[in-house]
């Protein structure tokens, strides 16, 4: 419907305005859209392009965390619907920022069928960025994340077997890469105060 490519192109549009001056992490310090669009893309090819607002939400996943965006600004430019599913994927920062990694395996098995999709394409995202375009940290630091998303995305999963095997291969593909170990289980204890 062209009512959604519309408010599918304004998020666009909102999205880079709000992170113009935020880049990845990664060797190539790409502008942050770039991770944003594909995890948007990542959301249409696994809803066969039937949930606008899911794909919306994608534009928008880091937007509250990242750029100090209210719910209320995204229910007022999207509905209530895409603002929800964002808040959904939204850590809740009040938490230490130590434990957070811990409180999101825990909330991401508790949100909806919808935002899980979401979180899991994140997730494949993240996992490609440190394959194709690795931050500086150190092998165990990778290893370490690679697990936490295993986690994550252990209590995530089974709602949408596209997306759910788009992360597997990720994290197979780390795997036979060396960057990921296999029977590496992630576990709260692991975590440092200096990590994000
Ligand atoms: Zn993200």
């Known amino acids: 419907m062209s009512s959604d490519i519309s408010r599918i192109t304004r ?4 999205a880079c305005r709000k992170h113009v001056h935020q880049r990845r992490k990664g060797e190539h310090g790409e502008p942050y859209v770039n991770h944003l669009a594909e995890v948007a893309h990542l959301v249409a090819e696994a809803t066969g392009g039937n949930d606008a607002n899911l794909v919306i939400a994608a534009l928008l996943h880091d937007c509250v965390e990242d750029q100090g965006v209210t719910r209320d600004e995204i229910g007022a430019v999207f509905g209530d619907d895409v603002a929800g599913l964002v808040m959904e994927v939204t850590d809740d920062k009040q938490i230490p920022k130590h434990l957070r990694k811990l409180a999101q395996v825990e909330h991401a098995a508790r949100i909806s069928a919808r935002a899980r999709v979401l979180k899991i394409a994140d997730k494949t995202a993240n996992l490609r960025s440190i394959q194709h375009s ?3 940290w150190p092998a165990g630091r990778k290893r370490r994340y690679f697990a936490w998303a295993q986690a994550v995305v252990a209590g995530a999963r089974g709602s949408n077997p596209a997306i759910d095997a788009a992360f597997d291969a990720e994290v197979e593909q780390a795997m036979a890469a060396g960057i990921a170990q296999r029977g590496f289980v992630w576990h709260a204890g692991l975590e440092t ?3 994000d």
């Open 134 to 136: 690795p931050p500086a």
């Open 11 to 14: 998020a666009l549009e909102f």
């Open 193 to 195: 105060e200096g990590d």
